[in-house]
């Protein structure tokens, strides 16, 4: 489980490459001195980026008692608005920003807009509604199952002319991954 989490983007733990790596090695057993000699850095570096990853664990403790002192005080949950509910990024996301500021409600709306009744897109959409697209596009693709270029493109041309900018902007929203040469393409879980 600490591997899985470990590898998670920086948009879900804010934890930068290098830091991972540190954390990784010491995961592994390894002293500061055998972390150090492993990145090649000075034994100084891996003290800086415990105090920084330490700093970083007081600040997460103290945000989560007061998201839930103030869930208790206020008998709310911060993700809930006036009769809708923020949506969270997938846990794939590749980078998250404010396109992911969005509610169910808008999410339905978006589905409602751009995507017709047999399920075919009628247009590309900008920003946030583009995730909300997408997110509803990898819906064709079973988890775990490694599909060819070939195969892609015959189900995403189903779903819109341009398969290969939808095919794009899964990979590059972080829905789908590929092997480096592109002969397989697969949803990211």
């Known amino acids: ?10 948009g879900n733990t804010g934890i930068t490459q290098a830091q991972q790596k540190v954390l990784q090695l010491i995961a592994q057993g390894l002293s500061d001195k055998e972390v150090a000699s492993a990145l090649g850095v000075a034994d100084s ?29 206020t008998q709310k949950e911060i993700s809930r608005l006036e009769g809708s509910v923020l949506q969270d990024a997938h846990n794939s996301a590749t980078m998250v920003d404010d396109r992911y500021n969005i509610t169910d409600k808008e999410i339905e709306s978006i589905r409602k807009t751009y995507f017709n009744d047999k ?3 009628k247009s590309i959409p900008a920003r946030e509604k583009k995730l909300v697209v997408l997110s509803e596009i990898v819906k064709n693709f079973v988890p775990g199952k490694q599909y060819d270029e070939k195969e892609l493109n015959r189900i995403l041309k189903r779903i819109y002319d341009d398969n290969a900018a939808i095919r794009r902007a899964l990979i590059e929203y972080g829905f789908m991954d590929r092997t480096n040469d592109g002969t397989f393409y697969w949803v990211k879980e």
């Open 1 to 10: 489980m600490l591997s899985y989490v470990l590898n998670m983007s920086y």
């Open 119 to 121: 399920g075919g897109l």
């Open 45 to 73: 570096t891996i003290r800086n980026h415990k105090y920084k990853l330490r700093e970083k664990e007081k600040q997460a403790k103290v945000f989560l008692a007061m998201m839930e002192l103030l869930s208790e005080q």
